[in-house]
């Protein structure tokens, strides 16, 4: 017990002396869950925003691009061998989409959560040319970031008018994560189901 205390005081001494570190390594395996908290913590000053927002780009662009080059590896004729239920209908229907659209696609699965990397991967297997790829994916990227920074500023912005009615910034967490995750949930729902029609 004493031992995994001090590894945890370890790892949270580490995470105070070098945060943006730990952001950019969590942007790269965890993408929105690591984004979402860095965000709030730049908002309410806590964090230099031009840092996170740079390490955010930088970290999915990063993460994108293995996903991307995987994609390239994955043999096309493996995707006939996904079920046609559930998960497996929302890919094939993505996949239908993605080859008639593929760059607008890439661009808005930025938006739904759960389909980004299925559209890195898409992207290599249909050997989206690397420029067109790269323009697409940095202009979703730059957005989603952009937009998750603005409701972040609009829902602390608002709070902090409300100041007198409570007690600590920290219930705008609270108030700013739903919103996110309700909007993501929305946008999502509509796409998916255009996608496996």
Do not use: C, E, N, P
């Given at each position: 017990m004493q031992g995994a205390l001090e590894i945890f005081q370890f790892i949270l001494g580490a995470l105070y002396a070098h945060p943006y570190l730990f952001i950019f390594a969590g942007l790269i395996f965890a993408g929105e869950l690591v984004l979402l908290p860095s965000i709030?913590?730049?908002?309410?000053?806590r964090l230099e925003l031009t840092?996170?927002?740079?390490?955010?780009?930088?970290?999915?662009?990063?993460?994108?691009l293995i996903w991307y080059w995987v994609g390239r590896r994955f043999p096309a004729s493996a995707l006939e061998r996904i079920p046609q239920r559930g998960a497996g209908a929302l890919l094939r229907g993505l996949e239908k989409l993605f080859a008639r659209k593929g760059p607008h696609i890439l661009f808005m699965?930025?938006?739904?959560?759960?389909?980004?990397i299925a559209a890195q991967v898409l992207s290599g297997i249909h050997h989206m040319p690397l420029r067109t790829y790269f323009i697409a994916n940095t202009l979703g990227v730059i957005a989603v970031t952009g937009s998750l920074v603005v409701i972040a500023y609009s829902v602390i912005g608002s709070m902090g008018r409300l100041g007198e009615l409570m007690d600590s910034v920290e219930i705008a967490f609270v108030v700013f994560v739903p919103v996110v995750v309700l909007g993501h949930s929305l946008i999502g729902r509509?796409?998916?189901?255009?996608?496996?029609?």
């Open positions: 709030y913590l730049a908002a309410t000053g840092s996170v927002v740079a390490l955010a780009v930088l970290a999915t662009l990063i993460s994108d699965s930025k938006f739904v959560y759960g389909t980004r509509r796409l998916k189901r255009q996608w496996s029609q």
